[in-house]
């Protein structure tokens, strides 16, 4: 006779012990959502994942093989990626000080390429410090579009600007501190149809103006840079000049007052900081009002983003090397700052909060990534699963490069999960949506 199934909770006995001490309170909360500990005696043998900046010649890979004294293994899923022994640490090194390489996961890197960013999109990133996934969106992006990266936390948000600086990235983007569930700037070029009715009329009585053609965006742009020059005047200064890190009066008084109110994240006001912005992002030489205005739904529809990343703050837990760092920080400040019940309940709140801004910013016919490092289904398929059922404008997209991907299908069709076990990578979920 045939010896019964043995259930996966058993299964699990049979496998390897995990290398780390993981502490009682983890192992529960594993336990608590199916989660295998297993997976974390893997934490010493998923490679560490460089992502070697697009154009560098094919020689470089040799000279970094010799500095870092290791081979470059080529992930063959994903371009311009390699793997490293997992001892490597590639901080010191010339080829990352030169920005030549940057470490990003491969799962990571997946998500990206799941948003299939093209060449002119306006792309916005909630969630986005400490920035890897945010330089390879300005990767993708080339030399046309612009990408907005936001972020709750200031200081992490300044890593992302110096990220996108060092790696030459920053041309078409700018960062907003900003709380992700209520961010609600547009785009530029999408501000250019309200701003043309605000400009014509402006002109039209200035000057008696009175053509009745639409100026196309081009030539609207134009004219409103030859408008924002007078109006600039008028106005003192309320003009974006060329972006300097020397902060004004003004910026400095602001921060004094946030940090006087106590919030070390958000400025007193709550209003988005725009803490840098590059040259080619459309916001020089425009009129500050104009840019910072808050837009409606409607308004989104139309002139919105056309690829949204929710990168979601999560409890970390399928992010293998974070939990090992524990051993470090010491397992008590695990309790605190992954399994605490109230941080996680509200977490629920906070990623399907930041869902839903994402996807009210997008424009019709645009998609959004959801992932988290978590392989929870609360803080994934539930989330997911929540968002659909209140947003009948939303619908999962297959994530059409994942067939040849190393990873499995989620709880719910069309979404994906990653893990050490069957990917070799970190773990993380990935959802995409459309905006019918
Ligand atoms: C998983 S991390 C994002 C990682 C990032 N995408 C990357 O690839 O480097 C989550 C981020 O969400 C930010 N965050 C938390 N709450 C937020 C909120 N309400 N609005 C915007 N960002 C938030 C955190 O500060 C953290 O930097």
Known sequence: MDSPEIPPSDRREERPPASLPLPAAFLEFLGENGLDPALYSKADTIPRYIRLKPGMESSVVTEIESELKCDLMRVSWLPDFYAIPPEIQIAGSKAYQQGKIYGIDAASGAAILALDVQSGDHVLDLCAA???????????????????????????????????????????????????????????????????????????????????????????????????????????????SEWTSKRSWKDRQKSKKAKAAGSPHLPSTSEPELIYYGKDSGLVGLQKRYVLHPSTDAAACTSGYDKVLVDAECTHDGSIKHIQKFEFWGWKTLDRRVLNVERTGNLLHLQLG???????????????VYSTCSLTVAQNENVVQQFLSKHPSAELLKINPADSWPCRSGGIQKTLRFDPATSQTSGLFVAKFVKL
């Open 354 to 368: 930041l869902l839903t801004n994402g996807f009210k910013l997008l424009k019709t016919g645009g998609s959004l």
């Open 130 to 240: 400490p920035g890897a996934k945010l330089c390879m969106l300005a990767d993708m992006l080339g030399s046309s579009g612009s990408l907005t990266g936001v972020d709750v936390a200031k200081h992490r948000l300044a890593a992302c600007r110096t990220m996108l600086q060092k790696y030459s990235l920053g041309d078409r983007s700018r960062l907003f501190v900003a709380d992700g569930t209520s961010f609600s700037i547009l785009p530029v070029n999408s501000n250019l149809g309200s701003m043309e009715g605000i400009f014509s009329r402006r002109i039209q009585s200035r000057f008696c103006f009175t053509s009745s053609a639409r100026m196309n965006d081009l030539a609207c742009f134009e004219f409103m840079l030859f408008v924002t020059a007078f109006v600039g005047i008028e106005d003192n200064g309320s003009i974006f």
